[in-house]
């Protein structure tokens, strides 16, 4: 799809993958929502690109809504909306829950799964009420999943069922929106550099970018918004969940 002209929302665009991810789509002319609970991160990265940053807590619907409509508001309805916000675990420590503590499963699942799914709804209802673009296309939905889907590790239940409901929902909702020419898919990174690893010690980072086969580093934020940037570009892309992980395939 083209983007230049487009609306766009990126959800945690004020760190990580969702910023780089922002500042990719503004580059290639979109006009870019970043929707973040810190909105002041949001807010720098928006005053570097050019964007709109607008506060949001994606678990709750209310405060989507508000915020997709403020967005339509600036820039009219996207077409546009990569789902980046998300949380490791309910606490500060990395990729570490109680697998058995109900809260914090709670509040994973709500944030990341939940979140994602809010946003697309939403973001898939205004597109909906657009004319199609050149080709048929109304719209594309990529959401971030997790190597975590397939292979999480002790402690982090709560993350990698969230995530592999994300895995779950991409198909569904591919072929829900197919007629309407609304494509969705997904991203499955391994690790990469972001805030969200902050709290790891630098060793474990490292020995975890040496555990990857190729390139035996940890992901840059920019490889990410690479593929995003690809998914919105390639029609034929839809329904798919693509790892974006060097080949890591992690040991319990
Ligand atoms: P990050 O912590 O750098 O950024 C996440 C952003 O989401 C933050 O700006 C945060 O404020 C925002 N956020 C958190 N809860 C929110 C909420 N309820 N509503 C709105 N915004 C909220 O993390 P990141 O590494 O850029 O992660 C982005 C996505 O990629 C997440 O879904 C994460 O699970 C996923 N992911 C990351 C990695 C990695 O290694 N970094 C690997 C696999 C998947």
Same mark, same amino acid.
């Given at each position: 799809?083209?983007?230049?002209?487009?609306?766009?929302?990126?959800?945690?665009?004020g760190?990580?993958?969702?910023?780089?991810?922002?500042?990719a789509?503004?580059?290639?002319?979109?006009?870019?929502a970043?929707?973040?609970?810190?909105?002041?991160? $949001?807010?720098?990265?928006a005053g570097?690109?050019?964007?709109l940053?607008?506060?949001?807590?994606?678990?709750?619907?209310?405060s989507?809504? @508000? @915020?997709?409509?403020?967005a339509?508001e600036?820039?009219?309805?996207a077409?546009?909306?990569?789902?980046?916000a998300g949380?490791?675990?309910?606490g500060?420590?990395?990729?570490?829950?109680?697998?058995?503590?109900?809260?914090a499963?709670?509040?994973?699942i709500q944030v990341?799964l939940?979140?994602?799914?809010?946003?697309?709804?939403l973001?898939?209802?205004?597109?909906? $009420?657009?004319?199609p673009?050149?080709?048929?296309?109304r719209g594309?939905?990529?959401?971030?999943a997790s190597v975590?889907?397939?292979?999480?590790?002790?402690?982090q239940?709560?993350? @990698?069922?969230?995530k592999?409901g994300?895995?779950?929902?991409t198909l &569904?909702a591919?072929?829900?929106?197919?007629? $309407?020419g609304?494509?969705?898919?997904?991203?499955a990174?391994?690790?990469?550099?972001?805030?969200?690893?902050?709290?790891l010690?630098q060793?474990?980072q490292?020995?975890l970018?040496?555990?990857?086969?190729f &390139?035996?580093?940890?992901?840059?934020?920019?490889?990410?918004a690479?593929?995003?940037?690809?998914?919105?570009d390639n029609?034929m892309?839809?329904g798919?969940v693509?790892?974006?992980d060097?080949a890591?395939?992690?040991q319990?």
């Amino acid at each position: 799809m083209k983007v230049n002209g487009v609306a766009a929302i990126v959800t945690g665009g004020g760190s990580g993958l969702g910023a780089a991810t922002g500042r990719a789509l503004a580059a290639a002319g979109a006009k870019v929502a970043l929707l973040d609970l810190n909105e002041g991160a $949001a807010a720098e990265v928006a005053g570097e690109i050019g964007g709109l940053a607008l506060p949001c807590d994606v678990s709750d619907a209310g405060s989507a809504e @508000a @915020a997709v409509a403020r967005a339509a508001e600036a820039h009219g309805p996207a077409r546009i909306l990569v789902n980046c916000a998300g949380v490791a675990t309910a606490g500060r420590i990395v990729g570490r829950n109680g697998p058995l503590d109900l809260a914090a499963y709670s509040k994973v699942i709500q944030v990341n799964l939940i979140g994602s799914f809010n946003l697309m709804r939403l973001v898939a209802a205004g597109a909906l $009420a657009l004319d199609p673009l050149e080709g048929g296309e109304r719209g594309v939905i990529i959401s971030t999943a997790s190597v975590a889907a397939y292979e999480g590790q002790v402690g982090q239940a709560a993350y @990698a069922s969230s995530k592999a409901g994300i895995v779950g929902l991409t198909l &569904p909702a591919a072929r829900e929106f197919a007629p $309407a020419g609304i494509r969705v898919c997904a991203i499955a990174p391994g690790i990469f550099e972001t805030p969200m690893l902050r709290g790891l010690p630098q060793e474990v980072q490292d020995s975890l970018g040496a555990a990857v086969p190729f &390139p035996s580093r940890l992901g840059k934020p920019e490889e990410y918004a690479r593929l995003a940037m690809a998914i919105i570009d390639n029609p034929m892309l839809n329904g798919e969940v693509i790892r974006l992980d060097g080949a890591l395939r992690m040991q319990a």
